[in-house]
Structure formats: structure tokens, C-alpha cells
């Protein structure tokens, strides 16, 4: 048995390492038994060990990975005729007397025995004296790195660090074009990718390709190649992963169309260097945004989910609407009157469904003018308008794997009508003033309070965005449909709104009770929430009082008739039995408000809105 080594690519090219030692050391750091100069290989790369007549490697962790026919290894025994690859060195073990004709490189080199000597072998190629060119090469990449860390440190948006980082690259290393790719499954498409092209000169477009990726993220090391051959014009390329601390996150992968230049072992260093650096920070960057997208999205349910609250008919039969809409992925469009509670049933049925653990983003299409709404629907590029000084994802983006929900959706312009009915048939939209295309794929949920067959009529909506809008249509009753539900609705937003004031609340008293009943309610829930919250500000007592109430909801026709007649009559028997307390205690608020069981205060704004004249104020 002759165990050895014969090197096929790298430094070692037609070496022949003999292994006749029990352990032989590879890596990068003189102190290896066998020391290869190399900057694909680890400092401590792998170990050839001795077992009875078996050589096994095993790889000391390296972040590059040990491979043994193609495939990464932790421990393995060598067979005759294996490939064991390290770095960009491929060596072939051999057990037997005769030398490895597999390679056309090893064959066409005159082999040389290098025996492993007591002392370590360092493996480096003699450095010839620096010439005027090395030493301006060297000023010039040690000027980008310094400039690539400014960048890293300085900037906190990953589109912009990527983009950063490429143009940096471009000023030392000969490629036209070139894309950053954040990957987190490789079976599919990068959750971020940005390109760059060189703007001096004519480059065509170019496609970054996935078996040059995976090769690259599964073997954790730079990989070079010519694709010339395979195409119609010269292309060659460098992919080089990005290990960060935690994992491999994406690659960078740059292209050079030029027939006269190819990437040299410098620009793989300087690359490699380059991604070492940056792939820290865009991990860290990329946890930041997940971060704050995670936060922005509680902070938003935090602010704006209210529960489905009722005991009704129509609200049983509504909750049992939303269960049977949340199953599917069709478009809903939620209809009733405004404020009755339209977003609340868009995120009942969000939370019910299977993208429930994705963004909910929701955009209100009248609050915002017709010439930002774009802006904010689709996104923006750097530059694409002044104020531009960045770019931003738009909600379509934002949404991405949730739901959108567009709010006031008759309110939209009819130009920007088109564009989202393009995204709904397409799956597909670009950022203003970009170019790439973007995948859509989030759940539509619109919502209006007009009667969009009249618009359409009326040429105010296209009548195919409603189709796509329309295919699952929920109605939302009026709260005073379902009055039975106002106690519960009142008893809630009051519990909120004192636990906010921090202070106590008991409950709503009889009077309020059936004053809340009887009102017709035009603003629906959230003209309820506001007398409520009203009610709270301005009460003294632990219970809500008639008094503490908005005067609109006395003034309002409880029936939605004969409310003159019967107003007339409430206020004189108010009027009377106030005169008579008054007149019984001379005056004195304080013992009238006693003697009709009622708070001072509340005497006191009941003497001033009924117009009783008192002679004292004497309390």
C-alpha cells in the first residue's frame, strides 16, 4: 500500500504528497503538517489520519466544507480514486503504485514529490519584488475596503448596502454587471435580490444562474467560471457566498462580457474579503427590518383590532360570513355604511385565515392625496421624483404572502384604477420609476361605503376592477339594525377607554342605557365609540349618566319619529322636577342634586342646558 495525494488543481498543481505519517495536518496556517497558500482554504482545514490500512479525512469544522467526490463530508475513509476537494485544490487519493491519468491538467505537468518533512510544509509560491502596478493594485483595494466598510457601517436600509456594495466592487473588479442575492430557502426565489450594471459602457442583460448559486452556497466557497462556450457571447462568472455567523444568507455573483479580461486570484481575494465583511452586517440588517416589520405590524393590531363584538342575528350571521370567507384566497369587497366597522371584519377575516401569520397591511385609498396614493400603493426607486433620496417599498410589497386591505377602494383615482386592475390579473407590478418586475402575492380585501354600481354608471369605477374586487361580497349592518348589541358595544369601549384614563368604571346607568338605545346612530360604531370615550373625559362618577353623554344624542329622534313631541315632553318634566328640588332647598345645587339622587355636576350642565335661572349658587 502507497497512500497518497496527487494535487489535480491549485498551488499543489502535479504535486504528489506522500502520506506516511499516522496524521497529516491541511490548512492554510504554517503550523499544518501540509501548509497550502491558499485563500479558499481554512487555517485549520482537515485531517488525514491513520486507521489500521485506511486514511480517513475528517474536516476541523471549516467554514468551506471537506468534499469527497462533490459531496461535503465530516468524517469519511478514502477509497482509491476518490476526489478530495479543499478550497479550490482538488487532490486525488491514490493506494496503489500508479499515477492518476483522470486529470488532462495533472498529466500535461511533470509530477513532483513533495515529502512531508518533520518540520512543516509551507506551501507558498515565491513572491516575485513589487513593481510600481502591485503597489498602485494594492493602494487601490485597500482604498474600496475602506470604502465598502464606510458604507456597511454607514448605511441601515438593505437595498441601499447592497447596491452600495456593488458599485464598490465594480471599481476593482473587471465585471459589467452583478447581483446580491439574500437567500433563505434555496428551493425558492431570494427573498432579496438587487442588480447593478456598469452605466460607461453598453452591457447587455444578463441572468443570474441557479446552478452557479447552489453550488456556491453548498460548498461555501467562490466559484469561477467561463460559460463562453455554452453561449452566444463571452461570459464568465464569480460567484462568492456570503457566510455570515449564523448561516449562509445569499452570494454575490458578478459577470464580465469582456473577451480580454477575467477575474484573476486577486479580484476572487478581494471579493471574498468583501463578503466576509458585508455579510455580517446584511444579516444583521436583515434581522433589524424583520424587526421592525414585526413590531410595526403588532404595534398596528395593538391600535386598530377590535374584536367582532354582538349577540344579534345579523351579527351571528356576519361572524358566520367571515368563518366561511376566511377558508378561501378569493378577493373580498366589504360593504356598509361608514363607520360600522368594516376594517374590523377585513382583519376578522385575515386572523381566521391561513395567512394569518403574515402581514395584515391596510391603506386608506381618501385619506390620501391622488398624487402619493401611487407612491404608496407600488413603491418608489432612488431618484424616480424629487424627495426621492431612497427607495421604499410600496404596500403591494409590504403585503407580500398577507392581505391588503384597500380602504374607501371607490375613492380611487380611475388612472391608478388600471394600474391595481393590472396587478390583480398579472400578479405583478414595478416600483415607480423602476424596472424590475415584482412578484404580487397577497390576498386582496377592499372595502367601500359608496354604491359602486352607480359609480360605474356613472363612469366614476371601471366596472372590471369591481368584478375583481366583487368576487366574495360582505355586507355590515348599521348599528341601529342591531341595537340589541349597543349595551355590550358600550360596556366595551368604556372598559377601554378607563383602564387608558385610569380610572374606575362600574358600569352604565339606566337612563344612559336606554338613551344609548334609542339614538338612531348616522356615524354607526364609531360615532358610539366616541360618545362613549366623550362620556368617560367628562364624567365625575364611576357609572356613565345621561349628562356625561353628548347633547346630540338628546337631541336626536329616538323612534325616528314624533321626536318633537316626545323631546317637548322629557325636557319639560326635566325642567319641573329640577325648579322643584331647586325651589325646595333654596337654591343650593349641591342638596337638590341630593334630593334627586343625581351628581352635582351633572345638576349643574342639566341648570345650563335646560336655561334655569337660579337666584344663588350657593353650594
Same mark, same amino acid.
Given at each position: 500500500?502507497?497512500?497518497?495525494?496527487?494535487?489535480?488543481?491549485?498551488?499543489?498543481?502535479?504535486?504528489?504528497?506522500?502520506?506516511?505519517?499516522?496524521?497529516?495536518?491541511?490548512?492554510?496556517?504554517?503550523?499544518?503538517?501540509?501548509?497550502?497558500?491558499?485563500?479558499?482554504?481554512?487555517?485549520?482545514?482537515?485531517?488525514?489520519?491513520?486507521?489500521?490500512?485506511?486514511?480517513?479525512?475528517?474536516?476541523?469544522?471549516?467554514?468551506?466544507?471537506?468534499?469527497?467526490?462533490?459531496?461535503?463530508?465530516?468524517?469519511?475513509?478514502?477509497?482509491?480514486?476518490?476526489?478530495?476537494?479543499?478550497?479550490?485544490?482538488?487532490?486525488?487519493?491514490?493506494?496503489?503504485?500508479?499515477?492518476?491519468?483522470?486529470?488532462?491538467?495533472?498529466?500535461?505537468?511533470?509530477?513532483?514529490?513533495?515529502?512531508?518533512?518533520?518540520?512543516?510544509?509551507?506551501?507558498?509560491?515565491?513572491?516575485?519584488?513589487?513593481?510600481?502596478?502591485?503597489?498602485?493594485?494594492?493602494?487601490?483595494?485597500?482604498?474600496?475596503?475602506?470604502?465598502?466598510?464606510?458604507?456597511?457601517?454607514?448605511?441601515?436600509?438593505?437595498?441601499?448596502?447592497?447596491?452600495?456594495?456593488?458599485?464598490?466592487?465594480?471599481?476593482?473588479?473587471?465585471?459589467?454587471?452583478?447581483?446580491?442575492?439574500?437567500?433563505?430557502?434555496?428551493?425558492?426565489?431570494?427573498?432579496?435580490?438587487?442588480?447593478?450594471?456598469?452605466?460607461?459602457?453598453?452591457?447587455?442583460?444578463?441572468?443570474?444562474?441557479?446552478?452557479?448559486?447552489?453550488?456556491?452556497?453548498?460548498?461555501?466557497?467562490?466559484?469561477?467560471?467561463?460559460?463562453?462556450?455554452?453561449?452566444?457571447?463571452?461570459?464568465?462568472?464569480?460567484?462568492?457566498?456570503?457566510?455570515?455567523?449564523?448561516?449562509?444568507?445569499?452570494?454575490?455573483?458578478?459577470?464580465?462580457?469582456?473577451?480580454?479580461?477575467?477575474?484573476?486570484?486577486?479580484?476572487?481575494?478581494?471579493?471574498?474579503?468583501?463578503?466576509?465583511?458585508?455579510?455580517?452586517?446584511?444579516?444583521?440588517?436583515?434581522?433589524?427590518?424583520?424587526?421592525?416589520?414585526?413590531?410595526?405590524?403588532?404595534?398596528?393590531?395593538?391600535?386598530?383590532?377590535?374584536?367582532?363584538?354582538?349577540?344579534?342575528?345579523?351579527?351571528?350571521?356576519?361572524?358566520?360570513?367571515?368563518?366561511?370567507?376566511?377558508?378561501?384566497?378569493?378577493?373580498?369587497?366589504?360593504?356598509?355604511?361608514?363607520?360600522?366597522?368594516?376594517?374590523?371584519?377585513?382583519?376578522?377575516?385575515?386572523?381566521?385565515?391561513?395567512?394569518?401569520?403574515?402581514?395584515?397591511?391596510?391603506?386608506?385609498?381618501?385619506?390620501?392625496?391622488?398624487?402619493?396614493?401611487?407612491?404608496?400603493?407600488?413603491?418608489?426607486?432612488?431618484?424616480?421624483?424629487?424627495?426621492?433620496?431612497?427607495?421604499?417599498?410600496?404596500?403591494?410589497?409590504?403585503?407580500?404572502?398577507?392581505?391588503?386591505?384597500?380602504?374607501?377602494?371607490?375613492?380611487?383615482?380611475?388612472?391608478?384604477?388600471?394600474?391595481?386592475?393590472?396587478?390583480?390579473?398579472?400578479?405583478?407590478?414595478?416600483?415607480?420609476?423602476?424596472?424590475?418586475?415584482?412578484?404580487?402575492?397577497?390576498?386582496?380585501?377592499?372595502?367601500?361605503?359608496?354604491?359602486?354600481?352607480?359609480?360605474?354608471?356613472?363612469?366614476?369605477?371601471?366596472?372590471?376592477? #369591481?368584478? /375583481?374586487?366583487?368576487?366574495?361580497?360582505? %355586507?355590515? =349592518?348599521?348599528?341601529?339594525?342591531?341595537? *340589541?348589541?349597543?349595551? !355590550? +358595544?358600550?360596556?366595551? #369601549?368604556? /372598559?377601554?377607554?378607563?383602564?387608558?384614563? %385610569?380610572? =374606575?368604571?362600574?358600569?352604565?346607568?339606566? *337612563?344612559?342605557?336606554? !338613551? +344609548?338605545?334609542?339614538?338612531?346612530?348616522?356615524?354607526?360604531?364609531?360615532?358610539?365609540?366616541?360618545?362613549?370615550?366623550?362620556?368617560?373625559?367628562?364624567?365625575?362618577?364611576?357609572?356613565?349618566?345621561?349628562?356625561?353623554?353628548?347633547?346630540?344624542?338628546?337631541?336626536?329622534?329616538?323612534?325616528?319619529?314624533?321626536?318633537?313631541?316626545?323631546?317637548?315632553?322629557?325636557?319639560?318634566?326635566?325642567?319641573?322636577?329640577?325648579?322643584?328640588?331647586?325651589?325646595?332647598?333654596?337654591?343650593?345645587?349641591?342638596?337638590?342634586?341630593?334630593?334627586?339622587?343625581?351628581?352635582?355636576?351633572?345638576?349643574?350642565?342639566?341648570?345650563?342646558?335646560?336655561?334655569?335661572?337660579?337666584?344663588?349658587?350657593?353650594?
Amino acid at each position: 500500500m502507497n497512500p497518497r495525494l496527487e494535487a489535480v488543481t491549485g498551488p499543489l498543481t502535479g504535486a504528489i504528497i506522500p502520506i506516511a505519517r499516522d496524521r497529516v495536518s491541511i490548512g492554510s496556517d504554517p503550523s499544518n503538517e501540509l501548509s497550502i497558500y491558499d485563500a479558499s482554504i481554512a487555517r485549520n482545514h482537515c485531517l488525514l489520519t491513520r486507521r489500521e490500512e485506511a486514511i480517513v479525512v475528517t474536516d476541523l469544522d471549516s467554514p468551506q466544507g471537506t468534499f469527497v467526490n462533490g459531496v461535503a463530508v465530516k468524517e469519511r475513509v478514502l477509497e482509491d480514486g476518490d476526489a478530495l476537494r479543499i478550497g479550490e485544490c482538488e487532490l486525488v487519493y491514490r493506494n496503489g503504485s500508479e499515477i492518476a491519468t483522470t486529470s488532462a491538467t495533472l498529466s500535461a505537468v511533470r509530477h513532483e514529490v513533495i515529502d512531508l518533512r518533520p518540520e512543516p510544509l509551507y506551501h507558498q509560491p515565491p513572491m516575485p519584488p513589487l513593481q510600481v502596478t502591485d503597489v498602485g493594485r494594492m493602494a487601490r483595494d485597500l482604498n474600496a475596503l475602506f470604502k465598502i466598510a464606510n458604507a456597511i457601517n454607514s448605511q441601515r436600509d438593505l437595498e441601499s448596502l447592497q447596491k452600495s456594495v456593488l458599485q464598490l466592487l465594480f471599481e476593482v473588479v473587471p465585471a459589467d454587471a452583478g447581483a446580491i442575492q439574500i437567500i433563505d430557502n434555496i428551493e425558492r426565489n431570494p427573498t432579496s435580490s438587487v442588480s447593478w450594471k456598469r452605466e460607461d459602457r453598453l452591457v447587455p442583460d444578463f441572468t443570474v444562474r441557479h446552478e452557479m448559486v447552489l453550488r456556491s452556497l453548498w460548498e461555501r466557497s467562490a466559484v469561477v467560471a467561463d460559460l463562453s462556450a455554452t453561449t452566444r457571447q463571452t461570459e464568465k462568472v464569480l460567484c462568492v457566498p456570503l457566510v455570515a455567523l449564523q448561516k449562509t444568507i445569499g452570494v454575490i455573483y458578478l459577470v464580465c462580457f469582456s473577451p480580454t479580461e477575467t477575474f484573476e486570484r486577486d479580484h476572487i481575494n478581494f471579493v471574498s474579503s468583501v463578503a466576509a465583511i458585508a455579510a455580517v452586517t446584511l444579516e444583521s440588517v436583515q434581522a433589524m427590518e424583520s424587526l421592525r416589520a414585526e413590531n410595526w405590524q403588532l404595534r398596528q393590531q395593538l391600535a386598530a383590532d377590535e374584536p367582532m363584538i354582538g349577540e344579534s342575528l345579523q351579527m351571528l350571521q356576519l361572524a358566520e360570513t367571515v368563518g366561511k370567507v376566511a377558508n378561501g384566497d378569493s378577493a373580498v369587497l366589504v360593504r356598509g355604511e361608514s363607520g360600522v366597522g368594516k376594517e374590523i371584519v377585513a382583519r376578522a377575516i385575515h386572523q381566521k385565515s391561513s395567512r394569518s401569520a403574515q402581514p395584515f397591511i391596510a391603506i386608506n385609498c381618501a385619506a390620501i392625496p391622488d398624487t402619493l396614493i401611487e407612491s404608496e400603493l407600488f413603491g418608489y426607486e432612488k431618484g424616480a421624483f424629487t424627495g426621492a433620496v431612497a427607495s421604499k417599498r410600496g404596500k403591494l410589497e409590504l403585503a407580500a404572502g398577507g392581505t391588503l386591505f384597500l380602504d374607501e377602494i371607490g375613492e380611487l383615482d380611475t388612472k391608478l384604477q388600471a394600474k391595481l386592475l393590472r396587478v390583480l390579473q398579472q400578479k405583478e407590478f414595478e416600483r415607480v420609476g423602476g424596472t424590475s418586475t415584482l412578484r404580487f402575492n397577497a390576498r386582496v380585501l377592499a372595502a367601500t361605503n359608496k354604491d359602486l354600481e352607480k359609480a360605474i354608471n356613472a363612469r366614476e369605477f371601471r366596472q372590471d376592477l #369591481f368584478y /375583481r374586487l366583487n368576487v366574495v361580497s360582505v %355586507s355590515v =349592518p348599521p348599528l341601529r339594525e342591531h341595537r *340589541e348589541d349597543i349595551p !355590550l +358595544l358600550a360596556i366595551h #369601549f368604556a /372598559r377601554k377607554y378607563a383602564q387608558r384614563l %385610569s380610572r =374606575p368604571f362600574k358600569g352604565v346607568s339606566a *337612563e344612559a342605557r336606554a !338613551l +344609548l338605545v334609542s339614538y338612531s346612530w348616522p356615524g354607526n360604531v364609531r360615532e358610539l365609540e366616541n360618545a362613549i370615550e366623550h362620556a368617560l373625559v367628562m364624567g365625575t362618577s364611576d357609572s356613565i349618566l345621561p349628562g356625561d353623554l353628548p347633547e346630540s344624542l338628546s337631541n336626536d329622534d329616538p323612534a325616528g319619529q314624533g321626536a318633537s313631541e316626545y323631546q317637548d315632553a322629557v325636557m319639560r318634566f326635566k325642567r319641573r322636577l329640577i325648579r322643584d328640588a331647586l325651589k325646595h332647598t333654596g337654591d343650593n345645587c349641591t342638596e337638590a342634586a341630593r334630593v334627586l339622587g343625581v351628581h352635582p355636576n351633572y345638576l349643574h350642565r342639566l341648570v345650563r342646558k335646560l336655561g334655569i335661572k337660579t337666584d344663588s349658587t350657593t353650594e
